[in-house]
């Protein structure tokens, strides 16, 4: 069937799946008019569609879901009150693209869904798992409702095809329109078939809560003329509320906390167990006295073996290590009393934040809860339901303390920065009394409605990117900044930590697996461009598979394995990246300036041509604005000191410049190529070379003052992988060279400068470099052109 557009029924509180028959009432005057009109067409056809309120008796586009069922009518039947029994079969799932009112009835362009269903696996394993698991429980489900006769029971589950048996079950088992819809409108079969299972089990509990409270109201009842069985069941219903109200009794509570649970249960006591009340008054008990009130794990306080737990689990780190150490050496000496940090891990993917919070939690001796905030957009997601609320339950971070047992555990929030908001409200904002430690001593959750003291917790955040986060939110973050590894870094990640997960991983633990240091360099800079290991290990990962696979297609035991450069290429492939290297000589207007990408430092060269022309500036290499800035400035900055680089005042009227940096379509952006285009400037147009061993980096102003950047020790790193050994750099930079590691500072000059003259004398090659540019900077009114007066006194 290709898109058509054929009469609608809007249907209440039914929904019609695919191979289905049903019997429907049709009496609305449209609704009998659109049956009408697909009774003249050949096909009969008609488009099921379920409404959104049930109670809308001429209802709208808007008012009806866009995922419905295309039906055949089969048989109707005239009832004397003119109303009409039609029976149907469904045929197909639709998507309604359009609804409008076409005469007496409405009418729908509908297309099929048949070519969307192909999504996801049809067949394997997990289809067949999850079909397993939804049979037995559609069982299960009968057996405890009593609402499925067996033989309907025995019908659907006999059902060969996975997706017609999801849609069977979802159309037999009573649920809610919302749900029955859910189940039409998910196509993939995966989701489907866990979607169902979910509901099935949820039900299944319900009835099976509904079978129990039958039992004791009969015994209630009727407890003087029976004996026996029943007596014992009224006994058991009475022991559990003696249980019930021992454990509020003995649970070591604040008194707010047991003074309302004694009232609830009061109330628990006088109601009739069958009441809907009941049951949600049961549930507040249950989850109030399950929460960790004042169970505390112990905290290791001992630092040596806390950072030596740290330093086992990961390489680096050192701020985010020392703060941890800082905190429980604080523990140590103020006997527990301090309040826990809350930290915010913030850097680029796979540098190891989750992992951290796990070794932190591990270090302290504390419990772990991961809670994930990517995607949130809800703020009852964080503070949870009031229980006025139908299926209300307590928010995030009263489930990770019940799950973890203990108000002291490490709470992992990640990908703090991913969190929306919607008209649900803003979760970022629920989140401000959970951070804040001036109040998160007494944090009430909307459904628990009590004061919990969260101080004690250690709150642990990760995020990519910081301007994500809402600058009030981000003031109550201890944020400790996790830059990209460099690559001497991931040398040692791979030999002290990849290299031996990955073999014991892949099965040969019992063979000497060795990568040389040449090898991992390879994978490193050749095999992966990332500012964490994530990729790195799956590259090490895939050479050890195809060892794994060599071993057993060969049949040869051999006790000692070692990988050479050669031999990985051979196993993964042509190399994906190569590094960028100087071009080996001097030459006018190339300049090797230095970046930072989100991998880490890179080599970026600067490349300027003079023409003949009228005064053209051109650039290109797809820069952001800060960076075409930059190129204006250096360019206003040779301009002003051309009468002392002996360039004719008019100069730049006479000749088009065109500023280029190579790899087009990467974006680039940032000041910090200012010295570097200046200096490309200047060796253009006077045709003086640069020197091809020397990088620099460096934002210039139009005075020619050089500006300090960000990234030195990446720049630096970036600079010793090209083979450069000299580099020019801010002077006030000169306070960050101790993070640059020892042995990269050992193989490199940096010189630090403070004006673009400097830079010139040392970039270009000179024969006099201490006499170039022996003026201070500025421009004579002779050579401007400019009359002087004299001063009158």
Same mark, same amino acid.
């Given at each position: ?44 056809? @008609? ?38 029994? &039609? ?69 659907? @589950? ?10 069977? &079950? ?12 859910? /189940? ?31 039992? =004791? ?121 301090? =309040? ?41 997601? /964080? ?151 994530? !990729? ?9 598979? =195809? ?88 360019? !206003? ?37 200012? @010295? ?63 993070? @640059? ?53």
């Amino acid at each position: 069937m290709q898109t058509a557009q054929l009469p609608v029924i809007p249907l209440r509180g039914v929904v019609v799946f695919p191979q289905m028959v049903a019997s429907l009432f049709v009496g609305r005057p449209r609704s009998s008019a659109a049956l009408e009109a697909a009774l003249a067409r050949e096909d009969k056809a @008609i488009v099921l569609v379920a409404q959104i309120n049930a109670r809308d008796n001429d209802p709208a586009a808007g008012d009806l879901y866009d995922v419905a069922c295309l039906a055949q009518v089969d048989k109707v039947l005239r009832l004397p009150d003119g109303t009409m029994k &039609v029976s149907v079969q469904g045929v197909d799932r639709v998507r309604v693209q359009s609804l409008s009112p076409e005469g007496e009835f409405l009418s729908a362009v509908v297309s099929p869904l048949s070519a969307e269903m192909e999504i996801g696996p049809i067949e394997g394993d997990p289809v067949e798992e999850l079909v397993g698991r939804v049979r037995t429980a559609f069982e299960a489900f009968a057996r405890a409702s009593r609402r499925v006769p067996p033989e309907v029971v025995a019908s659907v @589950i006999s059902i060969e095809e996975s997706g017609h048996l999801a849609d069977m &079950v979802a159309a037999h088992m009573g649920l809610k329109v919302g749900e029955r819809q859910q /189940i039409l409108a998910l196509l993939p079969l995966l989701p489907r078939l866990a979607r169902l299972l979910e509901l099935i089990e949820a039900e299944t509990e319900v009835a099976n809560v509904e079978r129990r409270i039958r039992k =004791k109201v009969g015994v209630t009842e009727s407890a003087g003329p029976r004996v026996g069985g029943d007596e014992s069941e009224g006994d058991e219903f009475k022991s559990e509320l003696e249980d019930l109200a021992r454990e509020i009794t003995d649970k070591d509570l604040p008194d707010e906390a047991k003074q309302r649970l004694e009232r609830e249960f009061r109330k628990l006591k006088m109601m009739n167990p069958m009441s809907a009340e009941s049951g949600v008054l049961r549930t507040y008990i249950d989850w109030v006295l399950s929460l960790p009130w004042s169970e505390m794990s112990e905290d290791v306080l001992d630092i040596v073996e806390a950072q030596r737990v740290l330093d086992a689990d990961h390489y680096g780190l050192e701020k985010a290590k020392e703060r941890i150490i800082e905190y429980l050496a604080v523990q140590q000496l103020t006997g527990g009393v301090g =309040k826990g940090p809350i930290l915010c891990l913030a850097g680029p993917p796979g540098v190891g934040k989750t992992s951290l919070a796990k070794s932190i939690a591990r270090s302290t001796g504390r419990k772990f809860v991961r809670i994930s905030l990517g995607g949130v957009r809800d703020e009852a997601e /964080i503070r949870g339901h009031r229980r006025t609320y139908v299926g209300a339950l307590p928010g995030k971070i009263i489930h990770a303390l019940k799950k973890a047992g203990t108000s002291n555990p490490v709470i992992l929030l990640d990908e703090i920065d991913k969190m929306s908001m919607d008209f649900r409200g803003d979760p970022s904002s629920a989140l401000l009394e959970v951070l804040d430690t001036e109040q998160n001593e007494a944090f009430v959750d909307h459904y628990i409605d009590l004061d919990y003291d969260l101080s004690k917790v250690l709150f642990v955040a990760t995020a990519n990117f910081l301007q994500s986060i809402p600058i009030p939110l981000k003031d109550r973050l201890e944020i400790i900044e996790l830059g990209g590894y460099t690559e001497l870094d991931k040398l040692q990640i791979a030999k002290q930590y990849l290299v031996p997960r990955q073999v014991k991983d892949n099965g040969l633990s019992d063979i000497d697996v060795k990568f040389s240091e040449e090898t991992l360099k390879l994978l490193i800079g050749s095999y992966t461009r990332e500012a964490g290991v994530r !990729s790195l290990e799956r590259q090490i990962g895939g050479v050890c598979r =195809k060892l794994a696979r060599e071993s057993l297609e060969t049949k040869r035991k051999r006790k000692r394995l070692r990988i050479t450069p050669n031999k990985a290429r051979k196993l993964l492939g042509a190399e994906k990246f190569t590094d960028r290297a100087h071009e080996g000589k001097d030459r006018m207007g190339v300049v090797n300036g230095l970046a930072v990408t989100s991998v880490g430092g890179d080599l970026l060269q600067v490349e300027v041509a003079v023409l003949p022309g009228k005064g053209k500036l051109t650039f290109t290499g797809k820069l952001g604005d800060v960076m075409q800035e930059s190129v204006q400035a250096a360019m !206003s900055y040779v301009r002003a000191r051309a009468e002392a680089l002996q360039l004719d005042k008019t100069f730049y009227e006479k000749v088009d410049v065109h500023v280029h940096f190579p790899e087009g379509a990467v974006p680039k952006d940032g000041p910090s190529a200012g @010295i570097a285009i200046a200096t490309g400037l200047v060796s253009a147009l006077t045709q003086v070379p640069v020197r091809y061993d020397i990088a620099m980096t460096g934002e210039v102003t139009l005075r020619g003052r050089v500006l300090p950047i960000g990234g030195l020790k990446q720049k630096v790193i970036a600079a010793h992988r090209a083979g450069i050994h000299t580099v020019l750099v801010p002077k006030e930079n000169e306070r960050h060279v101790e993070d @640059i590691p020892k042995e990269v500072l050992k193989d490199m000059e940096l010189i630090f400068v403070e004006h673009a003259d400097e830079v010139l004398r040392n970039a270009l090659r000179l024969e006099d470099a201490k006499g170039f540019l022996p003026e201070p900077f500025g421009i004579s009114a002779d050579y401007l052109g400019i009359s002087t007066r004299p001063t009158a006194h």
